[in-house]
């Protein structure tokens, strides 16, 4: 089958959106589909404001158009609500193709944190962009509900997975810093509320991986902290490994790729009891839930390794993909 992929996330930029939409891309390929995949980087782009390292297409619609006409797609997936995913919902529309979108991202609180906006005033907008959908894509059952309140419909569940030969119990030598070590890792910016973590009072040492806009003031602002900057591969599958807790302070996240890569390293999460770790994490078992997070790493310290590890395996791309598939639908 031909699959077009119309997103406005992709490389080089650093996300769960992006690491799962790559994880699609080749598990797709592997089994015999032909993807085209529509991203900034094939036209003029401008960078996101308040978030410059996330380019935006410019006027992509005429271009797209053609990209998808001359691809003749089978199916089409719109996984984000950026310019390329509108253009590619207006295109599918006057083409009379049925297309499938995602929610991949929370959008009404990253607007609300960054411009002060209502939640109200987003979701209607995103709500008018996914009415005309064969299907919306969700991760979790607590977003699917949450969603499904909001007035959103044809909701389908879309998992992830993590890839468990590179995120795996090696050893705690790569950090040499006091103990326990509790880490974050992901993105450095304003929705991940990486202040309720970084301003706990926790013996041993905090350890922060990641870039993103709000990296240099983080810096100032906690100079006990160790900030490692961006990783990749095997560099950072290893200091994940060597942390004794990780703590995810995020309240916006659809689920949290980091959750699963840091139980699959046998390291308990600290975090929040609300969607996404909600979703991923087993209160007492693989981690702690709580309101107050500094009890939540007390907590979690104590958990199993080997349970975390266990829960992470039940969590392949391979289903992940299966899902992905039998959630689009053909154009006839």
Not at 53 to 64: F, K, N, S, W
Not at 146 to 152: A, D, K, N, P, V
Not at 305 to 329: D, I, K, M, Y
Request: glycine letters at 8%.
């Amino acid at each position: 089958m031909r699959i077009a992929i119309c997103t406005d996330a992709w490389q080089p930029q650093t996300s769960g959106v992006v690491t799962t939409l790559n994880r699609m891309t080749a598990g797709l390929a592997a089994r015999g589909h032909e993807v085209l995949v529509v991203h900034p980087g094939l036209f003029r782009s401008v960078p996101c404001p308040t978030y410059p390292d996330i380019r935006l297409a410019v006027l992509p619609g005429r271009r797209l158009g053609r990209l998808l006409d001359e691809f003749a797609p089978q199916a089409v997936a719109v996984p984000a609500e950026g310019p390329l995913g509108l253009a590619a919902r207006n295109h599918c529309l006057r083409r009379g193709w049925p297309f499938t979108t995602a929610f991949m991202t929370r959008f009404p609180d990253y607007v609300r944190l960054r411009s002060g906006m209502p939640e109200a005033w987003t979701f209607r907008a995103l709500r008018w962009f996914h009415r005309p959908a064969a299907a919306t894509m969700v991760s979790t059952p607590s977003l699917r509900e949450e969603l499904s309140r909001r007035g959103f419909a044809n909701l389908r569940h879309w998992g992830r997975g993590v890839d468990t030969e590179l995120f795996c119990p090696r050893g705690k030598a790569a950090l040499d810093l006091p103990r326990p070590i509790a880490m974050y890792m992901g993105r450095v910016a304003v929705e991940k509320n990486l202040d309720a973590f970084l301003g706990l009072d926790l013996p041993g040492s905090k350890v922060v991986i990641g870039d993103g806009p709000a990296l240099e003031a983080m810096r100032r602002r906690y100079p006990a902290a160790r900030f490692l900057g961006r990783k990749t591969g095997l560099d950072l599958a290893v200091h994940l490994d060597a942390a004794d807790v990780f703590v995810f302070p995020s309240r916006t996240d659809t689920f949290g790729i980091v959750l699963i890569e840091a139980m699959a390293c046998g390291v308990p999460v600290a975090a929040y009891p609300v969607p996404g770790p909600r979703d991923v994490v087993a209160h007492g078992r693989t981690g702690w839930l709580d309101e107050d997070l500094s009890h939540a790493v007390d907590r979690a310290l104590a958990m199993d390794p080997a349970q975390c590890r266990a829960l992470a395996l039940e969590h392949t791309w391979e289903r992940s993909v299966e899902q992905f598939l039998g959630n689009l639908v053909p154009i006839a």
